[in-house]
């Protein structure tokens, strides 16, 4: 994974003069931004470091004596997080000749995974990734969609989910691809949605750390979120080709198809991928894999580029909306499976 530093969200503030190496990384304090420019104040510092698990990494404050106040950076030891929920203070941060020194050995990447509940007995683990290849934006915004009802309080289909399922949910596969306006690939030029039978480090690190995260929790159903350029239709990539694809699977599999057609008129059963499209590579596929490995119900559902045949729209064509309400409406299909 790239290394890169980001702090485009709220309260982010930093300015990066080198990024060469996890051990060689140079930055300076952000001026206070105002309508007028820069106010004389600096000393906050709040960012995202990406692609160094495993790595030591040294990070300069170049700047450090120009902060607005200088004699807090004595004793100063920086707060850290993986998930934005639980901080933790890194040992080593010193201040020597003016500059203030960081130096950490993460032990995570920091792809990010919404977790919905709590492991228990009973309840049953339910993955939903997308947006692998990151052209394909109308995964992301379907994520929304069901994340939005899924949280909604008031939702009676969404609190009977959360009461019988963890949901696992990576909104975003492949956010160094995405940040490179890329179509399929990651930053090592891989497309992700061909390696999860032999995921890397260094060429996938992205499935290898979504796979073991799975290996950990289990998996009882799995949707991949993609979008299709040619095929101006929703619709499931499904699982039968799997080799020892059981009798059970395929049965569970049709209830789940047919509760999603019941859920929303954008989605058919009609028009889709030809048998055989994948053929050696079948298991490289992440649907494909996960049906394997764990004899769940595991989907890829393809969203058009263009519009839906079925139900077009002649103003904005398949949309970001149109994909956050196929998102919410994945939950009926959900809760039919787990109430199974």
Request: proline share 5%; aromatic share 10%; hydrophobic share 40%.
């Amino acid at each position: 994974m790239t290394l890169r530093i980001s702090s485009n969200f709220d309260s982010g503030a930093i300015e990066v003069l080198s990024i060469a190496s996890p051990g060689d990384i140079r930055l300076r304090l952000r001026a206070d931004q105002g309508v007028g420019g820069e106010a004389a104040f600096r000393q906050w510092f709040h960012f995202r470091l990406h692609g160094a698990a495993g790595q030591d990494v040294r990070m300069v404050f170049d700047n450090a004596a120009a902060a607005a106040y200088p004699d807090g950076w004595p004793g100063y030891r920086c707060v850290a997080s993986y998930d934005r929920r639980h901080w933790f203070r890194i040992g080593t941060t010193r201040y020597e000749d003016g500059r203030l020194v960081v130096e950490h050995r993460p032990e995570r990447s920091d792809l990010d995974l919404v977790t919905i509940g709590r492991l228990a007995p009973g309840k049953r683990p339910v993955w939903i990734i997308a947006r692998q290849h990151p052209g394909e934006s109308m995964a992301e915004w379907f994520v929304e969609g069901l994340l939005e009802r899924l949280l909604d309080g008031a939702d009676p289909v969404a609190r009977r989910i959360r009461e019988k399922a963890v949901l696992y949910i990576v909104p975003n596969m492949n956010p160094d691809g995405a940040i490179r306006g890329n179509l399929r690939t990651n930053a090592a030029g891989a497309n992700l949605n061909r390696e999860w039978r032999d995921p890397s480090a260094e060429r996938s690190p992205e499935v290898l750390l979504v796979r073991r995260a799975m290996e950990a929790s289990g998996v009882e159903l799995f949707l991949d979120i993609h979008g299709d350029e040619a095929l101006p239709y929703v619709f499931f990539s499904t699982a039968e080709e799997v080799p020892g694809f059981s009798d059970e699977q395929r049965a569970r599999q049709a209830r789940f198809v047919e509760a999603f057609r019941a859920a929303s008129p954008d989605f058919q059963t009609e028009h889709g991928y030809a048998v055989g499209r994948f053929q050696d590579e079948l298991l490289t596929l992440a649907s494909k894999w996960v049906a394997h490995r764990f004899g769940c119900v595991s989907l890829t559902l393809e969203m058009p580029f263009k519009d839906n045949a079925n139900l077009p729209d002649g103003i904005a064509g398949w949309s970001g909306e149109r994909s956050m309400r196929l998102g919410a409406a994945m939950l009926g299909p959900i809760l039919q499976h787990l109430a199974a």
